[in-house]
Nanobody
Framework: QVQLVESGGGLVQAGGSLRLSCAASGLTFRSWTIGWFRQAPGKEREFVAAFRSTAGTYYADSMKDRVACSRDNAKNTGYLQMNSLKPEDTGVYFC????????????????????WGQGTQVTVSS
């Protein structure tokens, strides 16, 4: 059974930082692209960042100067470092796993991901 468990969310003031973690089990972690998405109240889930299984990172234009994703295959864990947070970054943040080698055309699409975590709440106060 595949499980993805996010942690590290919380309440932070504008300008602050958070580091989210995504602990995976039940899959060969190194073979999967790990993506990060967020969903604000009343809005659709949107792509934030991803780290390909074959190395290489992707970032949403809206956050690329403020976030960095990484992964530790030995620990089966992915990470999302978020800096200079803004109130509009508030939402539930999800990690997800995407299979396959040729992922470039799919990496931004939530529908392409096979497995999802339960999400972690990030709240940025002004």
């Amino acid at each position: 059974q595949v499980q993805l468990v996010e942690s590290g969310g919380g309440l932070v003031q504008a300008g602050g930082s958070l580091r989210l973690s995504c602990a995976a089990s039940g899959l060969t972690f190194r073979s999967w692209t790990i993506g990060w998405f967020r969903q604000a109240p009343g809005k659709e889930r949107e792509f934030v960042a991803a780290f390909r299984s074959t190395a290489g990172t992707y970032y949403a234009d809206s956050m690329k100067d403020r976030v960095a994703c990484s992964r530790d295959n030995a620990k089966n864990t992915g990470y999302l470092q978020m800096n200079s947070l803004k109130p509009e970054d508030t939402g539930v943040y999800f990690c997800a796993a995407l299979g396959g080698i040729e992922v470039d055309s799919r990496i931004h699409s939530a529908r392409a991901y096979s497995y999802w975590g339960q999400g972690t709440q990030v709240t940025v106060s002004s």
